[in-house]
C-alpha cells in the first residue's frame, strides 16, 4: 500500500513511531532472505554434494564478471581475506574454480571457472531460472522487471 493509500503520508509514523512501511519491507526481506539461503543451499548441492551454500554465490559472480583477483571476491561479499581462502579453496578441490597468474601482477592470481564448473553451474541456474518462471507465470513482464529493478537499486545502495 502506498502512503496515501494508508492514510498517512509516506514514511510518516504511528502514535508509536513505528514506520508501518519499513516495518512491513524488514518483514518481508527477513523472509526473502531466509528463503533464499535455504535456495542457495539446495542449489549448491545440486552443483555438487559437497559445495556450501555460501560458496554458489561465488560461481554466480565468476560467471557474471569473470576473471577475478581473490582480494576483489572478498571485497564484492564483503569477507573477509581468510574466508574467502578456504571458499575457493574447496571450490578447487571440487575441480569447480581454477587459479592462473594475473598478467598484471606476476604475485597475484586470478580465479576463473573451469569448463565442469560453467557447465555445472549453467546447469543449476537454468533450472532455477525456470522456477521463477513458473512462480511468476501469472505476473506480467513489466512486474517482473520491475521487481529486477527495484532489487538491483536495493543491491547498488548495500555497496556504498
Not at 508509536?16 to 527477513?30: I, K, N, P, S, Y
Not at 581473490?70 to 574467502?84: H, I, N, Q, R
Request: proline share 2%; charged share 30%; net charge negative.
Amino acid at each position: 500500500m502506498h502512503g496515501s493509500e494508508s492514510g498517512r503520508e509516506p514514511g510518516a509514523t504511528g502514535e508509536t513511531g513505528v514506520d508501518h512501511e519499513f516495518l512491513a519491507l524488514e518483514r518481508e526481506l527477513a523472509v526473502f532472505l531466509r528463503r533464499a539461503r535455504s535456495s542457495s543451499g539446495e542449489m549448491a548441492r545440486e552443483v555438487h554434494p559437497d559445495l556450501e551454500a555460501a560458496a554458489y554465490g561465488l560461481l554466480v559472480q565468476l560467471e557474471s564478471a569473470g576473471r577475478q583477483r581473490a582480494t576483489d571476491l572478498a571485497a564484492y561479499f564483503g569477507v573477509g581475506k581468510a574466508t574467502m581462502s578456504r571458499q575457493l579453496r574447496a571450490l578447487e578441490d571440487l575441480g569447480l574454480v581454477a587459479r592462473e597468474p594475473d598478467p598484471a601482477d606476476g604475485r597475484a592470481f586470478l580465479v576463473h571457472l573451469t569448463d565442469e564448473g560453467l557447465a555445472r553451474y549453467r546447469s543449476v541456474r537454468d533450472a532455477r531460472r525456470e522456477r521463477y518462471v513458473r512462480k511468476l507465470a501469472d505476473w506480467d513482464r513489466a512486474e517482473v522487471a520491475e521487481l529486477a529493478r527495484l532489487l538491483h537499486h536495493l543491491n547498488t545502495r548495500a555497496e556504498e
